[in-house]
């Protein structure tokens, strides 16, 4: 979970009309929320090599409301399907259309892979190995049985948005979210309050983004 605000707005607030300001501020804050949404999902999208829509709906922006001048980039869920990406069983042909097995008279598949950061093989879970599956719908998917028997089954996720965020801790490239775009955004929208005094427009303190990287679990 990143949080983004702006420093020196306190300032700001005693120079000129608060109401003002503050509307300009959260403004810019969500503007730059957005835009850092945005180079989170390409530097995940870029990372695991997966479809921009997979990543999207596990990213949130909870924008700054009223008085607030802190917006907040929040990653969803548990984990990514193991069925983003592109996953193999050896002995198995499954896409869309079609499932079979490789093999004559062959009614199991081997070890199965998937492709994050480069191919891995999957391990067991609740003493079961895991299978690649085609369901009615067409979805080709990885699961595992929960117990001996051959139903319930689950899918399997591998790393999540959310994981990968509190790995990041605030290292991600934050320069792809540009200090002069939010600054520059500021200043336009409050460029033409009048100050109170003998305050002048230019006199308005630097706008600094910040953002910071809070370990809050994954949500």
């Known amino acids: 979970m990143f949080d983004v605000k702006l420093e020196g707005v306190e300032k700001a607030l005693r120079q000129s009309n608060s109401k003002i300001v503050i509307r300009a501020t959260r403004n810019a804050v969500n503007d730059v929320a957005d835009g850092g949404k945005a180079e989170v999902k390409r530097q995940l999208v870029a990372e ?8 999207s709906k596990y990213l949130k922006v909870v924008g700054a409301k009223q008085n607030e001048i802190s917006a907040t980039i929040i990653g ?4 990514l399907l193991l069925s983003y990406f592109k996953p193999k069983q050896e002995g198995v042909i499954a896409n869309k259309k079609r499932f079979k097995y490789k093999g004559k008279g062959r009614t199991r598949g081997g070890a199965v892979t998937v492709d994050i950061k480069g191919r891995k093989q999957i391990g067991a879970k ?3 190995m895991p299978f690649v599956a085609r369901m009615k719908s067409g979805h080709v998917g990885v699961f595992v049985r929960r117990t001996k028997k051959r139903t319930p089954i689950e899918s399997m996720f591998g790393p999540g ?3 990968r965020l509190r790995q990041h801790e605030g290292h991600a490239d934050h320069s792809k979210i540009n200090q ?7 200043q336009l929208l409050v460029g033409s ?11 308005f303190p630097e706008q600094k983004l910040v953002t910071n990287a809070k370990d809050a679990g994954i949500h």
């Open 193 to 203: 309050i009048p100050a109170r005094g003998s305050m002048n427009t230019g006199s």
């Open 48 to 55: 695991y090599g997966i479809q921009p829509s997979k990543v």
């Open 161 to 163: 948005v959310g994981w």
């Open 126 to 128: 609740y003493g079961n």
């Open 180 to 186: 002069r775009e939010i600054s520059e955004s500021f």
């Open 76 to 79: 969803l869920g548990k984990g």
